[in-house]
């Protein structure tokens, strides 16, 4: 791995206490994630796949070790600095779409822009854009529920990209869709990968898919990581 | 987040579950309309109070009682009559002891000649028939020198005030008018009344007859008529104020002089008046303003009489409309606490609505801040809304009421009074306060709503 690294996790720890029952859901997960790379995570569930993005992405704090975004320690800050961190440098993707179904599309895509202060104009107009961009040109006021699990993703994709941030975490974005959809999306996220350079980070079931696009797969097994396989 | 945003934001949630934000404002609605509507009346009162005082000078007057009366006690507030001038000079005794002078024309003069007295009428009623057509009332008759016919104290719904104190005129009250048969104001005016007073007739008088006396039969009473016109009508006091004109009908005093009556209102003063006490009950002082009210009072009391000014029980009154106002916006207050806590209830289930929503907005970017924010609105928005329609149903309602009242009231002669009063900062302060309650009740969902796991709002499953 040549390429600096945008972010990266050393001896990252996660324990769920609840009650008297602790669950370790991440032990010392080291990563280190070179810019412009596109990054798998397989693992069986309840590998800690989601909880390794939730600290990626600063919805979650860990319990003990750090993460570090460009030279900045993620981990260390505070709620308010995590969601300026989650609002300008992450765009997520979740397997359940997560759009706001009273929202049309292009006021689901607008949504970041809202929190980041952007007029009202502005936002439908940078909307619009990304989602030209990831083809739903003629599907811009369509609610989430008069769209297809293919197109609500799309969506979802033009959101996370709607405030140019610097990584793409997508938590199994093909897990509710059917293999073709599957393939176009991941095409979809490869092809912005390539032509941006935006370092993707992406759970997955599908060893096919992530064989196809990723530079490197990360392996874990009961909240550790077993096997790195570099793939380019 | 800009504020436009929030406007917009909070509206269209509100507008995505229309029912229950009606039903939410609804509450806040009749909260704040009761509010109001319970505020507005009690400065209503208040306003009434105040402006009739401040109309009627009633802060330049000073009531002085003689020694003997007892406004309180026995016989009620209602002072005697004139005295039979003629018999009352012959058989005046010296005062004897401490009493002082009764109240009579020289000790009027005395008054009249105090520093910021500007004038003195006694207070002199005697009950009398009064007649015109077949109707007949009985009522009392007040003596009010012509002066104070024409001050502001008599407020006149037709006619004039008679101008000199010979005539045989009077100013009767719409309700009396009313009540013997004049039911049109203006062509009252002009008409002739009949006044029949009562008068003693010792022709028959057996004095050995107390018993009966007692009972009201064999009473050594025949009456004398004289005729009046009618030149003025006054509308009734609508509240029990302590004006000096306490009655229905007025006749200048000269007129008065020439009257035989009877110089008492009831059998106690008849018993009494043999005794002693001559002069008059209660004499009305008005001073040049209200200024000079405390040192004529303590002059009047250096001669021995007992006084009663109206400023000395003002703050009492303030007191008392201070309670009333506290009373009523209670009342007002138990509907604001419901209607906050139906938005409490709105706004917290609102947020286990929008659970996952919130975890949306936090994952793209969203801080505490800006959910609690957006909470806050909603409920203000809820709040004004609230706030300005309840205003308005509250000054519908007591426009309502007013109108109902006043329809009652005004078949008994009280004239026309708006018993509800909106200032400005009433109207303005309703919507604040519907609008702060309603942040109030916001801040427990708001930060709750801000305290929302996205973790846990986002697991899907």
């Given at each position: 791995?040549t390429k600096?690294?945008?972010i990266?996790?050393?001896?990252l720890?996660k324990?769920?206490?609840?009650?008297?029952?602790e669950?370790?859901?991440l032990?010392?997960v080291d990563?280190?994630?070179?810019?412009?790379?596109?990054?798998?995570?397989?693992?069986?569930?309840?590998s800690?796949?989601?909880t390794?993005m939730n600290?990626?992405?600063?919805l979650?704090?860990p319990?003990?070790?750090s993460i570090?975004?460009?030279g900045?320690?993620?981990?260390?800050?505070?709620?308010?600095?995590?969601?300026?961190?989650?609002?300008?440098?992450v765009g997520?993707?979740?397997?359940?779409?997560?759009?706001?179904?009273f929202?049309?599309a292009?006021?689901n895509v607008s949504?970041?822009l809202l929190?980041?202060?952007?007029?009202?104009?502005?936002r439908?107009?940078?909307a619009?854009?990304?989602?030209?961009?990831?083809?739903?040109?003629?599907?811009k006021?369509?609610?989430p529920?008069e769209l297809s699990?293919?197109?609500?993703q799309r969506?979802?994709?033009?959101?996370?990209?709607?405030?140019?941030?610097?990584?793409?975490?997508a938590?199994?974005?093909t897990?509710n869709?059917?293999?073709q959809?599957?393939?176009?999306?991941?095409g979809?996220?490869a092809?912005?990968?390539?032509e941006?350079?935006?370092t993707?980070?992406m759970?997955?079931?599908?060893?096919?898919?992530?064989?196809?696009?990723?530079?490197?797969?990360?392996r874990?097994?009961?909240?550790?990581?077993?096997?790195k396989?570099q793939?380019? | 987040?800009k504020?436009?945003?929030?406007?917009?934001?909070?509206f269209?949630n509100?507008?995505?579950?229309?029912?229950?934000?009606?039903l939410t404002?609804?509450g806040?609605?009749?909260?704040?309309?009761?509010?109001v509507?319970?505020?507005?009346?009690?400065?209503?009162?208040?306003?009434?109070?105040?402006?009739?005082?401040?109309?009627?000078?009633?802060f330049?007057?000073?009531?002085?009682f003689s020694?003997s009366?007892?406004p309180?006690?026995f016989?009620?507030?209602?002072?005697?009559?004139?005295?039979?001038?003629?018999?009352?000079?012959?058989s005046?005794?010296?005062v004897?002891g401490?009493e002082?002078?009764?109240?009579?024309?020289?000790?009027i003069?005395?008054?009249r000649?105090?520093?910021?007295?500007?004038?003195?009428f006694?207070?002199i009623?005697?009950p009398?028939?009064?007649?015109?057509?077949?109707e007949?009332?009985?009522?009392?008759i007040?003596?009010?020198?012509?002066e104070f016919?024409?001050?502001?104290?008599?407020?006149?719904?037709a006619g004039?005030?008679?101008?000199?104190?010979?005539?045989?005129?009077?100013?009767?009250?719409?309700?009396?008018l009313?009540?013997i048969?004049l039911?049109d104001l203006d062509?009252?005016?002009?008409?002739?009344?009949?006044?029949?007073t009562?008068i003693?007739?010792?022709s028959?008088?057996?004095?050995?007859?107390?018993?009966s006396?007692?009972q009201g039969?064999?009473?050594?009473?025949?009456?004398?008529?004289?005729?009046?016109t009618?030149?003025g009508?006054?509308?009734?006091?609508?509240f029990?104020?302590?004006?000096?004109?306490?009655?229905?009908?007025?006749?200048?005093?000269?007129?008065?002089?020439r009257?035989?009556?009877?110089?008492?209102t009831?059998?106690?003063?008849?018993?009494?008046r043999t005794?002693?006490?001559?002069?008059?009950?209660?004499?009305?002082?008005?001073?040049e303003?209200?200024?000079?009210?405390?040192?004529?009072?303590?002059?009047?009391?250096?001669m021995?009489?007992?006084?009663f000014?109206?400023?000395?029980?003002?703050?009492e009154?303030?007191?008392?409309?201070?309670f009333?106002?506290?009373?009523?916006?209670?009342?007002?207050?138990?509907?604001?606490?419901?209607?906050?806590?139906?938005?409490m209830?709105t706004?917290?289930?609102?947020?286990?609505?929008?659970?996952?929503?919130i975890?949306i907005?936090?994952?793209?970017g969203a801080g505490?801040?800006d959910?609690?924010?957006?909470?806050?609105f909603?409920?203000s928005v809820?709040?004004?809304?609230?706030g300005?329609?309840?205003?308005?149903?509250?000054?519908?309602?007591?426009?309502?009421?007013?109108r109902i009242?006043?329809?009652?009231?005004?078949k008994q002669?009280?004239?026309?009074?708006?018993?509800?009063?909106?200032?400005?900062?009433l109207?303005l302060?309703a919507?604040?306060f519907?609008?702060?309650?309603?942040l109030?009740?916001?801040i427990?969902?708001?930060?709750?709503a801000a305290?929302?796991?996205?973790?846990?709002?986002?697991r899907?499953?």
């Amino acid at each position: 791995m040549t390429k600096a690294p945008i972010i990266q996790a050393q001896k990252l720890t996660k324990v769920y206490s609840s009650g008297k029952i602790e669950v370790t859901a991440l032990k010392d997960v080291d990563l280190a994630v070179g810019k412009g790379t596109f990054i798998g995570v397989a693992g069986s569930s309840g590998s800690g796949k989601s909880t390794l993005m939730n600290l990626l992405g600063g919805l979650d704090s860990p319990t003990s070790g750090s993460i570090e975004f460009e030279g900045e320690l993620i981990s260390r800050k505070d709620k308010n600095e995590l969601a300026r961190y989650r609002r300008h440098d992450v765009g997520m993707i979740f397997q359940s779409f997560n759009l706001i179904p009273f929202f049309s599309a292009v006021e689901n895509v607008s949504l970041p822009l809202l929190f980041a202060g952007v007029s009202k104009k502005e936002r439908r107009e940078q909307a619009s854009v990304f989602l030209d961009r990831v083809g739903l040109s003629s599907r811009k006021e369509h609610r989430p529920s008069e769209l297809s699990g293919g197109e609500q993703q799309r969506v979802a994709i033009a959101r996370a990209l709607v405030n140019s941030p610097k990584i793409i975490l997508a938590d199994e974005p093909t897990g509710n869709l059917d293999s073709q959809t599957s393939s176009e999306i991941v095409g979809l996220l490869a092809t912005i990968n390539r032509e941006q350079g935006l370092t993707v980070i992406m759970v997955s079931h599908e060893e096919a898919l992530l064989k196809e696009h990723c530079d490197e797969i990360i392996r874990l097994f009961d909240g550790e990581v077993k096997v790195k396989e570099q793939l380019k | 987040m800009k504020l436009i945003d929030y406007v917009d934001l909070s509206f269209s949630n509100l507008w995505k579950r229309k029912l229950r934000t009606f039903l939410t404002i609804f509450g806040v609605i009749i909260g704040i309309g009761a509010l109001v509507a319970m505020v507005s009346f009690g400065k209503g009162m208040q306003k009434n109070v105040s402006d009739q005082f401040e109309n009627l000078e009633l802060f330049n007057y000073i009531t002085v009682f003689s020694e003997s009366f007892n406004p309180l006690g026995f016989g009620g507030r209602s002072p005697r009559g004139q005295r039979q001038r003629g018999r009352s000079r012959d058989s005046q005794e010296e005062v004897k002891g401490s009493e002082p002078k009764p109240l009579d024309d020289e000790v009027i003069a005395a008054l009249r000649s105090i520093k910021g007295v500007e004038s003195v009428f006694p207070d002199i009623r005697f009950p009398a028939e009064v007649r015109a057509n077949e109707e007949q009332v009985f009522s009392l008759i007040q003596v009010l020198p012509a002066e104070f016919a024409q001050s502001t104290l008599m407020s006149l719904r037709a006619g004039k005030a008679y101008v000199s104190d010979e005539e045989d005129s009077l100013i009767i009250s719409d309700s009396l008018l009313r009540r013997i048969g004049l039911k049109d104001l203006d062509t009252a005016i002009g008409q002739k009344v009949r006044i029949s007073t009562l008068i003693l007739d010792f022709s028959n008088f057996n004095p050995m007859n107390l018993a009966s006396m007692i009972q009201g039969e064999n009473l050594p009473i025949a009456k004398e008529d004289y005729e009046f016109t009618i030149v003025g009508i006054t509308g009734r006091m609508g509240f029990g104020s302590p004006t000096p004109l306490r009655s229905d009908v007025f006749i200048p005093r000269g007129t008065s002089e020439r009257m035989k009556k009877l110089p008492f209102t009831n059998m106690w003063d008849f018993f009494r008046r043999t005794e002693q006490n001559l002069g008059y009950s209660v004499v009305n002082i008005k001073v040049e303003s209200p200024a000079f009210v405390n040192a004529v009072k303590t002059k009047v009391q250096e001669m021995g009489y007992r006084t009663f000014a109206l400023i000395d029980q003002f703050e009492e009154i303030r007191t008392g409309f201070l309670f009333m106002d506290m009373i009523l916006a209670a009342v007002g207050m138990i509907a604001i606490v419901v209607a906050s806590l139906g938005i409490m209830n709105t706004m917290v289930m609102s947020i286990l609505e929008r659970y996952s929503e919130i975890g949306i907005m936090k994952a793209v970017g969203a801080g505490d801040g800006d959910i609690k924010k957006i909470f806050f609105f909603e409920s203000s928005v809820i709040g004004f809304f609230g706030g300005v329609f309840g205003l308005a149903l509250g000054w519908v309602v007591s426009g309502l009421i007013n109108r109902i009242i006043n329809y009652f009231l005004a078949k008994q002669g009280v004239p026309f009074i708006d018993y509800f009063n909106f200032p400005w900062w009433l109207c303005l302060g309703a919507v604040l306060f519907a609008v702060v309650v309603s942040l109030v009740s916001g801040i427990y969902p708001a930060v709750r709503a801000a305290r929302v796991d996205p973790v846990v709002a986002l697991r899907h499953d």
